[in-house]
């Protein structure tokens, strides 16, 4: 095996790391490829990784080193992103199209390296370039070391619960069209769950999910929403649900009948399966604040069926979900998140914080182009912002221009730190024309290497206040604070929570509400933080933060891996 020197000195780099810890080295070979399925009445292909959807799961141990070998077979661009997974000072298996790598080409492949170290539970990995995603995810599981326990007693059972969005329609095609026309999208024609959308929908009944459990048993139900422009909520019938982690970190336990997730999060629930024997379902279905915007309004179910021998009720009892414009359900369970924060998972919430932002989530509207009618509100064209500007998307990857210091205009360092307008963000009416057009740029902000940041998320009422689920890469960080209304540092700086607040990677800002994180910027390198509705990221509500070198070594970026795709 010919193997160059730079490729050989990552190699050792990595057994050092390894032969350090009792972390494991792990390799797994993702092939993207079109797979023939049938859904709804209709078969069709779709881009694949192995052939399967959901993809296949991902398990590894705390801290362990992951190398995926990514193969593209498929017709089309990709790039793939661990979720949740900091990568620390090694952006470049990161994923994001264009903020850290350029895709991987039709025929091309890239190997890699995924460096966990402290998260612990369910993650997932997703394609992170246009709209690719919707058939291109999996579970991430991280199991504890070797020699230590979940945080609670032992599960009976594992079982993957992968809500996901599909359309008939060639998810491609789907695309494009919803960029070219300049409106909302396509909705999608069914939710899944572990890719079948279950037995209310036409010609699924034979297919539907079914999850077997024995009657006094547990189960930790390992839990993404992998939909793409909506949140969830899930529940299931005559069972409440424990939460017991999310993102990828333990929380207090609490129990709900009726969970809220939002697209990339994760949730660790357990199932107690202690009920009389018989069917039950299981049930999810969007959630959406916003009033007028048509959305996929369906339910997608999967069977928990208690073995044994029984004689099931006629009809299989389905579960309360809540109407679809419940925000206070859905602000209820996001609120009620804790982190665990005992000895052995304790946390570390920054008290003094040295940086403090301020970034304004909305939705805006750009002039079609010339001569043409767009579909948004007015033939305009629909756009979203963070602090007003529109993230444009480079055509080569930020991180290769900052890396090798060759900036040529990929990128400005001018992103705001607060709003550059200061207005009533969540007014219910006279938000005009003249405040709803952005700028647009590719800029980002520069933080300093351990520089203690405290953001707020403050979600606007332009063209339409919606739910954010915001998410940013490389860090974790701890969510201090949410509200309605706007934020107002005097008042609700005095109601954070700094004792036990939920360590997350992807947070639900209310509809026209705030939220407030806090993090260490303690992983150097170039991080996209976007929302997590795919229609609103496409539109160009994201942006990147550069954290720079530290002093030592150790507190520098990797160098690159030798088979980076090039532009
Ligand atoms: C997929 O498979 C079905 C059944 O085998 C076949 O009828 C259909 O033509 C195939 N579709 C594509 C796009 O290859
Ligand atoms: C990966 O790409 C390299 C460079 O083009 C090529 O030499 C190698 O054969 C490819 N590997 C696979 C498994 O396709
Ligand atoms: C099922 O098929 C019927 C007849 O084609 C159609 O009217 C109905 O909308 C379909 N239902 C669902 C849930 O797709
Ligand atoms: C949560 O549910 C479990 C199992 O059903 C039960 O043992 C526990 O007491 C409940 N906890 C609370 C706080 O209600
Ligand atoms: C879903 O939306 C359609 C179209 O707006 C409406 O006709 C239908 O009643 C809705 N269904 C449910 C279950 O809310
Ligand atoms: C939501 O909560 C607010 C404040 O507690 C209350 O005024 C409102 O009626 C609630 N809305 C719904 C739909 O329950
Ligand atoms: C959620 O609702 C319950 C029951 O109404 C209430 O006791 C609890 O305080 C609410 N939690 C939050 C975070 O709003
Ligand atoms: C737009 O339409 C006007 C009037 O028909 C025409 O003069 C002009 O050339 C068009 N511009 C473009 C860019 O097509
Ligand atoms: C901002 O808008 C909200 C919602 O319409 C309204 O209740 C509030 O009074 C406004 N605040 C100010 C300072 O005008
Ligand atoms: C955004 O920037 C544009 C261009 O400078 C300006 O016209 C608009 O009022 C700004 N809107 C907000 C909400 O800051
Ligand atoms: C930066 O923060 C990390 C994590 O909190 C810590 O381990 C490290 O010692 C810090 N480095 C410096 C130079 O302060
Ligand atoms: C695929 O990526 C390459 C490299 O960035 C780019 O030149 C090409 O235009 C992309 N193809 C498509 C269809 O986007
Ligand atoms: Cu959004």
Redesign the pocket.
């Known amino acids: 095996m010919k193997m160059s020197f730079q490729a050989l000195g990552f190699l050792l780099a990595t057994l050092a790391i390894i032969a350090h810890s009792q972390a494991a080295l792990l390799q797994y070979t993702f092939v993207v490829q079109e797979t023939n399925y049938t859904r709804?009445?209709t078969s069709k292909n779709i881009l694949t990784v192995n052939g399967e959807f959901p993809g296949p799961t991902i398990t590894a141990r705390r801290g362990d080193t992951v190398i995926v070998d990514v193969i593209n077979r498929g017709d089309h661009n990709i790039t793939i992103h661990w979720h949740g997974i900091k990568q620390p000072r090694y952006p470049w298996s990161d994923g994001p199209e264009f903020v850290t790598q350029c895709p991987i080409q039709p025929g091309a492949n890239f190997s890699q390296r995924v460096l966990l170290s402290d998260e612990e539970g369910t993650l997932w990995w997703h394609a992170h370039s246009d709209w690719s995603r919707a058939t291109i995810h999996g579970l991430f599981v991280i199991l504890p070391r070797l020699g230590t326990t979940y945080p609670f007693p032992q599960p009976d059972g594992e079982v993957p619960v992968v809500l996901g969005e599909w359309w008939q329609n060639d998810i491609q095609t789907v695309f494009e069209e919803f960029m070219d026309g300049g409106g909302d999208p396509a909705n999608s024609?069914?939710l899944t769950i572990n890719g079948q959308p279950g037995d209310?929908?036409?010609c699924s009944a034979s297919t539907t999910t079914k999850i077997n459990v024995d009657q006094g048993k547990t189960y930790l139900l390992r839990m993404v929403n992998a939909a793409m422009n909506n949140l969830a909520f899930f529940a299931v019938a005559n069972h409440h649900l424990t939460v017991v982690g999310t993102d990828g970190a333990y929380t207090k336990p609490f129990n709900s009948t009726v969970i809220t997730i939002s697209p990339g999060q994760t949730l660790d629930l357990l199932l107690h399966a202690n009920q009389p024997p018989n069917h039950y379902y299981m049930a999810a279905k969007l959630f959406s604040g916003q009033r007028s915007a048509a959305f996929d309004n369906?339910t997608t179910t999967a069977i928990l069926r208690y073995t044994g021998n029984f004689t099931p009720s006629t009809s299989t009892p389905l579960p309360f979900l809540p109407p679809f414009n419940d925000r206070n359900a859905s602000a209820n369970f996001t609120g009620s998140l804790r982190s665990l924060a005992t000895a052995e998972h304790p946390i570390d919430v920054p008290l003094k914080i040295k940086r403090t932002l301020l970034f304004t989530l909305s939705i805006n509207t750009l002039p079609c182009a010339v001569n043409a009618t767009c579909d948004g509100p007015s033939g305009r064209r629909l756009s979203a912002s963070i602090n007003n500007i529109t993230f444009a998307m480079p055509r080569t990857s930020v991180l290769g221009a900052y890396y090798r210091g060759i900036n040529n205009g990929v990128y400005g360092d001018d992103f705001p730190d607060v709003p550059p307008l200061r207005f009533n963000y969540t007014a219910a009416s006279g938000l005009n024309r003249s405040l709803q057009t952005p700028e647009v740029g590719t800029e980002v902000t520069m933080l300093k290497h351990n520089e203690t940041v405290e953001l707020v998320f403050q979600g606007t009422n332009l063209v339409a206040g919606i739910d954010h689920p915001m998410h940013l890469h490389g860090h974790s960080f701890y969510v201090v604070g949410w509200g309605f209304g706007n934020f107002k540092r005097s008042r609700d700086s005095l109601n954070y929570n700094l004792v036990d607040p939920p360590l997350m990677q992807t947070i639900a800002v209310p509809q026209n509400g705030w939220t407030a994180i806090r993090f260490k910027a303690d992983n150097p390198g170039v991080w996209f933080m976007h929302c997590h509705l795919e229609r609103h990221v496409s539109w160009g509500m994201g942006m990147v933060f550069i954290v720079r070198n530290g002093k030592s070594a150790d507190a520098r970026v990797l160098p690159p891996p030798p088979d980076m795709p090039p532009c």
């Open positions: 709804l009445c024609d069914a209310l929908y036409n369906t």
